[in-house]
């Protein structure tokens, strides 16, 4: 059961993807947990996350980024060089982040060198940094934009009661997603950390009903089965953008379990329900735009503190791991400040800053897993 | 009891044999390429001083980068925590241990009962670690023991602004090659290797009794620059030689151990 979704967490092009291109089906990639996937999905269109993984060089992301900035998006901006996103038939790039924001520039840019690097859609989204009532009608303006440009380049008419569909299919996704965190939390749990960033990986790339039937399936699997993950210390997982699954294979070792976490390839992906009644437009700005709580969002420090301590409470944490891939200001400030004041709340804090791309460094993250979960134990 | 530590480094591999909780046999010796041999080669010399047999010790605690690859031991305890048991041993009263090995650097927090509340280690690269030294030396014409020594005759130590290994490498030949005095020159880089542990340490927040632990910990002019940079006395280690401290905490968590399995 598991295996469809390990395939789909390590693998760009994926059997459901070329799957989905061998129907003839488009596919629109994005960079942000702030995309609301369900404008593609009501056009016909596969929403898919952007990844890094894979990525073995660095000469194409270096040359236009430079070295001094994350590499999450350099490792995107690699791999669409290389071709291996020649799968896509557009490209959604948000102000996630000042790294992010520079991927358009620099998307752009080496698309007029090699025109092949940019796809013939290429739409740049703008996301408010504040949740207020100016920002949501600026943002409800900014969503509409984003579904006619999508009408006119794919020419086709994306109706109401086609995004309504949508907000269903993936509503019931993120209930689902939902479901399996509750599974975690479970005193005896019965899913690895690992294998849980797999299932939210998945549901990235996997058409969304295909996504949530297998998802059904695997609950159903956990709900029903007798092996427990027991005597390991529970550890919930913070901060950057982590799609890397082997990172979380290495905190958990054969001594924690990572049974919950606060990351946008995590549960902030699948937080909070699109209301269904009203305008669908409109219900998409609200719920993309106030339901995800990322640093990137001015003054709600408070608001994500107390989510993190309701997760931790919740799930029966033992220690915290604050990572940051390097040179990431947001998580980096916001996980300094968590790391205060879980500590003093008495929750244990690990933070760790690393590089995105392939696991390196191993040893040196494997030694202070190891002395913190020695902490633990004392 | 017998028990015995063994802390497989980058740079060094150090064991420590411990009887009745006094140190029977210690020894250093660099390291190889594969961890497994090194720990095999250093307690075979530990033992054979002690005038034992791997048979005779009860427990056996590895630690260092190369910890998982040793074969002979029961268990694998982070070097954070085996450098924090060792010092408290040593230094009852010490609540911060700054630790810096050929490849890293470390500082760690304990509580009154030598728990570890905070720990640190540099992440960005090996500036700041023994190696530094090690490369800064060779070029300057010194060894690395003499390197400490040279900041108490220096007159006018040359400030290191660069962060990176190789380019202060080259600022190093090029103060050479305009006269500088070796003197000026290692008390610059002792200097500078403080104020990077510096910035680590005074990040874990400090507590009095301070200590240093590591090869590093037997340069006097990065002690003494330490010092001055924190505002506070590096109570030194006497006992035994501060590289072995990583190994002396194995060997006490293995006498831990032991002591809990007979318990139960």
Request: aromatic share 6%; charged share 25%; proline share 2%.
């Amino acid at each position: 059961m598991m295996d469809a979704f390990r395939e789909s967490s390590t693998i760009l092009f994926n059997s459901h993807v070329q799957d989905w291109k061998t129907n003839g089906g488009s596919i629109v990639g994005y960079t942000c947990s702030y995309v609301p996937d369900e404008i593609f999905s009501a056009a016909g269109i596969l929403p898919y996350r952007l990844r890094g993984i894979g990525a073995k060089e660095m000469n194409i992301g270096d040359a236009y980024f430079g070295p001094f900035i994350c590499s999450l998006p350099k490792c995107l901006l690699q791999l669409a060089g290389e071709g291996k996103y020649d799968f896509l038939d557009g490209v959604i790039v948000t102000p996630g982040c000042d790294s992010m924001r520079r991927l358009d520039d620099c998307w752009r840019k080496a698309g007029e060198d090699r025109a092949e690097t940019l796809p013939s859609f290429f739409f740049h989204y703008a996301v408010p940094h504040k949740t207020a009532d100016y920002s949501l009608k600026w943002f409800i303006e900014e969503t509409q934009r984003l579904k006619a440009a999508v009408e006119k380049h794919f020419n086709i008419t994306i109706t109401d009661e086609q995004i309504h569909e949508a907000i269903d299919i993936y509503n019931e996704g993120r209930l689902l997603l939902s479901c399996l965190d509750a599974l975690r939390c479970a005193t005896d749990v019965a899913i690895s950390g690992a294998d849980a960033l797999a299932v939210v990986l998945a549901s990235t790339t996997i058409p969304r009903k295909i996504f949530n039937s297998l998802l059904t399936e695997l609950i159903a699997q956990i709900e029903t089965g007798t092996e427990k993950i027991t005597g390991r210390k529970r550890l919930m997982l913070v901060g950057s953008a982590n799609d890397d699954v082997e990172l979380v294979r290495l905190i958990e070792g054969d001594k924690a379990v990572v049974v919950a976490d606060n990351l946008c390839f995590g549960a902030r992906f699948y937080a909070d329900l699109v209301e269904k009644d009203g305008e669908p437009v409109a219900a998409l700005a609200k719920r993309y735009l106030f339901h995800n709580d990322c640093p990137r969002m001015f003054g709600d420090y408070k608001g994500r503190l107390k989510i993190l301590k309701e997760k931790i409470e919740r799930a029966a944490v033992d220690g915290v791991i604050l990572q940051n891939i390097r040179f990431c200001d947001l998580h980096g400030s916001e996980n300094g400040i968590f790391e205060r004041d879980l500590e003093a709340a008495g929750i244990p804090c690990l933070r760790i800053e690393r590089e995105y791309g392939p696991l390196v460094e191993t040893g040196r993250i494997r030694m202070r897993i190891d002395a913190f979960l020695e902490r633990l134990e004392t | 009891m017998i028990t015995a530590g063994c802390d497989v480094g980058s740079l060094t591999s150090k064991a420590v044999i411990m009887k009745d909780n006094r140190i029977v046999a210690r020894e250093v010796i660099l390291s190889r390429i594969k961890p497994a041999e090194s720990a095999l080669t250093v307690m075979e010399s530990a033992l054979q001083q002690a005038g034992m047999t791997l048979k005779d010790i009860n427990f056996c605690v590895g630690t260092g980068y190369g910890r998982d690859r040793i074969t002979f031991v029961q268990e694998a305890v982070s070097e954070i925590t085996c450098h924090a048991r060792g010092a408290r041993w040593l230094l009852p009263t010490v609540k911060t241990i700054i630790d810096i090995g050929g490849q890293d650097c470390k500082a760690m927090r304990i509580d009154n009962e030598g728990k570890i509340v905070k720990f640190i280690t540099n992440d960005k690269c090996a500036s700041g670690t023994g190696r530094f030294l090690e490369v800064m030396a060779k070029i300057i014409g010194v060894t690395l023991d003499d390197l400490g020594g040279l900041s108490a005759r220096a007159k006018a130590p040359i400030t290191v602004a660069n962060a990176c290994t190789v380019w202060v490498q080259a600022d190093v030949i090029q103060h050479l090659n305009d006269g500088i005095a070796a003197e000026d020159i290692g008390a610059g880089i002792n200097n500078a290797m403080a104020s990077r542990m510096a910035v680590l340490a005074n990040n874990i927040g400090l507590e009095r009794d301070l200590c240093m632990t590591g090869g590093v910990a037997k340069n006097a002019g990065v002690v003494i620059a330490l010092e001055k940079l924190l505002g506070m006395t590096i109570k030194r280690i006497k006992k035994v030689d501060p590289q072995l401290v990583g190994a002396l905490g194995a060997a006490l968590i293995a006498g831990d151990k032991c002591e809990r399995r007979a318990a139960s």
